[in-house]
């Protein structure tokens, strides 16, 4: 068994409270309707996106979550008492938005399709990680490790040697293993079987810019997502108890392979640390304090990609970033640092541009709590399934496993208000959220 995660746990206390409605004025020219996908937003088998976006956005891209933020260029409401954003962010795509309302504060081309990279294993994870119990083992085969791109990141999976399902999540989400995807993916049934439940999962989000080609994010043509889908990928992971524990781990033990030492098998280990920068740290860049995950991603179509979430003063937020231009060595987390530190200090004070849509199946009037809300793994599909509170469950019954914040469904009242409105509508906890602090 692996030696004991290298990470700090602490539940992340949040305010319990249920707010009944909360509307958020703006000028009538940009306010943004109810998130409601239009049919030529939805992709289907028969899409065709390019493998080599375009040098600039498109004229016309998704609007789910608000019009705004299918605008191309910088949205944001900076109005008197909201800081002004950093002048330096030069990636082709990003946002920023409160991971629990689900208010997004500032974007930029938020729904630009472009390749994902690794970033796509958010999806992979939150689609397949429900499926199986972490204490699963399974011996690798050599048709587990076939079909992986050229220059593929690898974790060191070994043919002939067993694995638990555990061991293979830390691979992906650590050192981002295509070879703990492929394993995984077959134990899902085949890599095309694992493409088309990603597929239908991110519909199910609503996470209309993407198409999944192949599970791990290698480029392959027509692969694309968005900023805006890898932001819900990630907030819908984070509802998932083993997703959130794998996420925000630092570093750990990995098998190794097994030999002989006197007449007797001994199974190796060897270390691996996660390559989210902004988690783990670096030469030139530090642990971002109350960073807890999720994923970060990098081929030679989508250049650096990074989503984060991070939590300070009892706020949590989620940052996207997308293929800076700056050419500078570990630019995206730079730039993610510094949307989020414009994030932090503009929450509770800037007019949100959009929103993050919650899944089609989360109930929006009402809510079971209960073991789903835990999102641990463990064969049980539901579990996929996260859960919308409702003023009827503002928390879990075990405030051991966390505490989240409650938004009802805005009455019908409130659209008719005069003037455009921007309205928030729902609150989609983020339970017993794994903090970050920085280190000594």
């Given at each position: 068994m692996p030696a004991p995660l290298q990470t700090i746990r602490r539940p992340l206390l949040v305010l319990s409270a249920v707010l009944s409605s909360l509307a958020l004025t703006a000028p009538v020219a940009l306010a943004a309707p109810s998130p409601t996908p239009t049919p030529s937003a939805t992709p289907s088998a028969t899409t065709s996106a390019s493998a080599s976006p375009t040098a600039t956005p498109p004229a016309n891209m998704s609007s789910v979550g608000g019009t705004r933020l299918g605008m191309a260029g910088t949205q944001v409401n900076l109005t008197s008492g909201v800081p002004v954003l950093p002048k330096d962010v030069t990636a082709r795509s990003w946002i920023v938005s409160d991971a629990e309302s689900g208010a997004v504060l500032a974007a930029h081309n938020a729904h630009w399709r472009l390749p994902p990279a690794s970033t796509l294993k958010m999806l992979f994870a939150d689609t397949v990680l429900p499926k199986f119990p972490r204490t699963t083992e399974h011996k690798?085969?050599?048709?587990?490790?076939?079909?992986?791109?050229?220059?593929?990141?690898?974790?060191?999976?070994?043919?002939?040697?067993?694995?638990?399902?555990?061991?293979?999540?830390?691979?992906?989400?650590?050192?981002?293993?295509?070879?703990?995807?492929?394993?995984?993916?077959?134990?899902?049934?085949?890599?095309?079987?694992?493409?088309?439940?990603?597929?239908?999962?991110?519909?199910?989000?609503?996470?209309?810019?993407?198409?999944?080609?192949?599970?791990?994010?290698?480029?392959?043509?027509?692969?694309?997502?968005?900023?805006?889908?890898?932001?819900?990928?990630?907030?819908?992971?984070?509802?998932?108890?083993?997703?959130?524990?794998?996420?925000?781990?630092?570093?750990?033990?990995?098998?190794?392979?097994?030999?002989?030492?006197?007449?007797?098998?001994?199974?190796?280990?060897?270390?691996?640390?996660?390559?989210?920068?902004?988690?783990?740290?670096?030469?030139?860049?530090?642990?971002?304090?109350?960073?807890?995950?999720?994923?970060?991603?990098?081929?030679?179509?989508?250049?650096?990609?990074?989503?984060?979430?991070?939590?300070?003063?009892?706020?949590?937020?989620l940052v996207t970033v997308m293929n800076p231009e700056k050419d500078e060595h570990n630019e995206v987390y730079k730039e993610a640092a510094k949307i989020l530190d414009w994030g932090f200090q503009a929450d509770g004070k800037v007019q949100p541009v959009g929103e993050l849509v919650a899944p089609k199946n989360a109930a929006q009037a009402s809510a079971q709590p209960g073991a789903t809300a835990t999102g641990e793994a463990g064969g049980d599909t539901s579990s996929t399934k996260p859960v919308a509170s409702s003023s009827a469950s503002a928390a879990e019954e075990d405030g051991s496993s966390g505490v989240g914040i409650a938004l009802a469904v805005v009455g019908g009242l409130l659209v008719l208000l005069a003037g455009g409105v921007f309205l928030v509508n729902r609150r989609w906890p983020l339970p017993d959220l794994v903090r970050r602090r920085p280190r000594p």
């Open positions: 690798v085969v050599a048709s587990d490790l076939a079909g992986m791109g050229e220059g593929s990141s690898l974790v060191g999976i070994k043919e002939g040697e067993s694995y638990t399902v555990r061991d293979l999540w830390l691979g992906v989400f650590l050192r981002s293993g295509n070879d703990a995807v492929h394993v995984l993916s077959h134990m899902n049934g085949g890599v095309a079987k694992t493409v088309a439940d990603m597929n239908t999962h991110a519909q199910d989000l609503q996470a209309l810019d993407t198409r999944v080609v192949t599970p791990d994010g290698y480029d392959e043509p027509g692969q694309v997502s968005s900023a805006y889908d890898l932001t819900l990928f990630a907030r819908s992971g984070l509802q998932k108890k083993d997703f959130r524990e794998y996420c925000s781990t630092v570093s750990v033990k990995f098998p190794g392979e097994t030999t002989k030492v006197k007449g007797k098998s001994v199974r190796g280990t060897f270390d691996i640390r996660n390559t989210n920068r902004l988690l783990s740290g670096d030469s030139d860049v530090s642990v971002y304090p109350g960073i807890a995950g999720v994923k970060n991603g990098n081929t030679t179509n989508a250049g650096a990609t990074f989503t984060g979430v991070a939590e300070r003063g009892g706020k949590v937020l």
